[in-house]
């Protein structure tokens, strides 16, 4: 197989060395980086994060950094959810649109003070967006990418982990809530979160150059609850329900079709990008809708970002978006973006290159 190397329009994250001494088998490209997606045991990864404690470098989850007298204002011109009543500590999950009322990123915002936010998983697309509002509408901020690199750890014995790392305090973190801390005068934020259903913390360091020492750091902190390293789970996050923007979502995609309904605010100014259009959307009623499918099956085949359409009584009626072999349902799970005349339990088919699988569909999560 022909291999994925580091280049200037492919950076490394601080943990690249540390990846590589853990025994990475695969990369992937994300968000101009390279990304581990692989440690070579596919069953082990999986039962870490589970029933114990797995470490990820998720460094490819940029920050945007927005600062300054308008920095609030500009936040909430991007986010078609209510911002109002976010707290200096606290994150919140807000899906993004643009003036179609298409998502284009679903990051989290970090509120550090009254007038400095993070965007996580702030792509370039993002940094280049937020700067054109900014430069369009006249306001008064600084936007940047800061030399953050997130860690995650996940599983039911993180907490755990990071409490031994870092102290108890860190267990009366609720979700998404942030502090900032200090290891060995390594600059950190610890928050409650991450790409997992299984709890977990990430760790933001914030000094490139000190990104092994961390690591090494967490992974001998970690060994009495048999700590390894992972990544975010294609497995779990499916039989989770997590979505994956630019996975599950194509260029036409809007927040109510893919259960993001909940954090879309109507009643926003109309100055706030998208809204309008999702107001519209909602009127006019949604077209399509994200359901389950589980298939009919006890091959395991390749699954994970796939696109194979769906049909019904011969017509097609969507996309099956992802797809993976799951460890408890013990057959083949994933994602359906269909029509929304679609039904649960409904019988489809998935066509799968010169194959036709027999699927039926389902409400999500899995579990």
């Not at 490209?29 to 999986?46: H, I, R």
């Not at 893919?258 to 309008?276: C, P």
Request: proline residues 5%; aromatic residues 8%; negative net charge.
């Amino acid at each position: 197989m022909a291999e994925i190397g580091p280049n200037t329009r492919l950076r490394v994250s601080p943990f690249y060395e540390a990846t590589i001494q853990a025994g990475v088998t695969a990369f992937s490209p994300y968000n101009s980086m390279l990304m581990p997606v692989s440690y070579g045991d596919p069953d082990a990864e999986y039962d870490r994060l589970m029933n114990g404690v797995s470490q990820w470098d998720v460094s490819v989850e940029r920050q945007v950094e927005i600062k300054g007298p308008d920095a609030a204002h500009l936040v909430q011109l991007m986010s078609v959810r209510d911002l109002s009543n976010i707290e200096v500590g606290k994150g919140k999950y807000i899906p993004m649109c643009d003036h179609r009322g298409v998502l284009i990123n679903d990051p989290v915002v970090l509120k550090h003070e009254d007038g400095r936010f993070w965007l996580s998983i702030g792509d370039n697309n993002i940094l280049m967006w937020a700067r054109a509002i900014a430069a369009e509408r006249g306001l008064k901020v600084e936007i940047c990418e800061p030399d953050v690199s997130p860690m995650a750890v996940q599983g039911p014995k993180a907490e755990d982990v990071v409490a031994a790392v870092f102290g108890d305090w860190v267990r009366a973190l609720k979700y998404f809530w942030f502090a900032p801390a200090e290891l060995n005068g390594i600059p950190l934020i610890i928050q409650r979160s991450g790409y997992s259903k299984q709890g977990g913390f990430e760790i933001y360091l914030r000094d490139g150059a000190r990104g092994t020492e961390l690591w090494d750091i967490i992974k001998e902190a970690g060994q009495p609850w048999g700590i390894g390293p992972g990544n975010p789970n294609p497995i779990e996050r499916i039989e989770s329900g997590l979505l994956s923007y630019g996975g599950d979502t194509d260029d036409q995609t809007n927040p109510f079709e893919v259960r993001l309904g909940k954090y879309v605010d109507l009643d926003l100014d109309d100055d706030v990008v998208g809204i309008k259009a999702l107001r519209r959307i909602k009127a006019e009623g949604i077209k399509r809708q994200q359901l389950g499918i589980v298939l009919d099956t006890s091959e395991r085949h390749p699954g994970h970002a796939i696109w194979y359409d769906l049909l019904k009584d011969g017509e097609r009626v969507g996309h099956m978006t992802c797809g993976a072999w799951s460890r408890r349902a013990q057959t083949m799970i994933g994602f359906a973006l269909v029509d929304s005349e679609c039904r649960v339990g409904d019988a489809v088919s998935v066509r799968r290159g010169g194959y036709m699988d027999q699927a039926s569909l389902c409400e999500l999560p899995f579990f």
